[in-house]
């Protein structure tokens, strides 16, 4: 019973072109949302995120949107460059009051090709 | 520079031998967790503490235990490891509230 969910298990873009990673959530308790990039041999980073009070949040190149009626979001990176070439997870949280619990989708792989 | 530390990055034991994955962070940060990642599977938490208050998940198997003697070191303890544990197992930590920083992993083969 998967919460998140990354249905393309791997994208392909060309440099310069505007990449587009979708995720889907079920729980309606979700309040946050973030987006973590991984390299191979390396522990995810953290990328971006947004409140469920927003439903745009943008930090150069990278803009995460959030249609909750939907219960979808995406990660836009304008211009793709050959260093995005990652893996990026999508993750949900609810606040718990002691630490914000992170569920998790499965991935997408990107690759910017030249 | 590295701020979230596992250690070892490679962990092999035999099965039902018990076996301890390490974090230390530099970060002061008052959250702690353990995720468990299977090949192409998301990352599943298994534990987190607040501070010292330990908070285990619903499904977390017996199996896994943790502690955390200080703010800059946490352990998974695997009592007794079957095949089915043999996974990395990543470590992370935050401030209340804040996206967390991972460290880069233990990868655990069990022969």
């Known amino acids: 019973d998967q919460q998140v969910k990354q249905n393309s298990p791997s994208l392909s873009v060309q440099e310069g072109r505007i990449s587009i990673l979708n995720c889907d959530y079920t729980?309606?308790?979700?309040?946050?949302f973030l987006w973590y990039k991984k390299y191979p041999a390396e522990g995810p980073t953290f990328l971006i995120s947004?409140?469920?009070?927003?439903d745009k949040n943008e930090d150069g190149r990278f803009t995460v949107f959030l249609n909750k009626s939907a219960k979808h979001l995406s990660l836009h990176i304008v211009p793709s460059q050959p260093g995005d070439s990652a893996v990026y997870f999508c993750?949900?949280?609810?606040?718990?009051?002691?630490?914000?619990?992170?569920?998790f989708g499965t991935g997408t792989r990107l690759q910017v090709t030249l | 520079d590295a701020m979230v530390i596992q250690n070892p990055r490679y962990q092999v034991t035999q099965f039902g031998k018990p076996v301890t994955l390490s974090c230390s962070q530099t970060?002061?940060?008052?959250?702690m967790y353990w995720y468990q990642q299977k090949s192409s599977q998301a990352p599943k938490l298994l534990f987190h503490?607040?501070?010292?208050?330990?908070?285990n998940e619903a499904d977390t198997p017996d199996n896994f235990q943790s502690r955390r003697p200080n703010t800059s070191f946490c352990f998974l303890d695997i009592r007794s490891p079957g095949l089915g544990d043999a996974a990395m197992y990543l470590c992370?930590?935050?401030?209340?509230?804040?996206?967390?920083?991972f460290g880069d992993g233990t990868r655990l083969s069990i022969l």
């Open positions: 947004i409140s469920s009070i927003k």
């Open positions: 503490y607040y501070d010292k208050d330990f908070n």
């Open positions: 992370a930590t935050s401030p209340f509230n804040q996206p967390q920083h």
């Open positions: 970060l002061n940060h008052n959250v």
């Open positions: 993750a949900a949280s609810a606040n718990t009051g002691t630490a914000s619990k992170l569920t």
């Open positions: 729980n309606s308790m979700f309040d946050y």
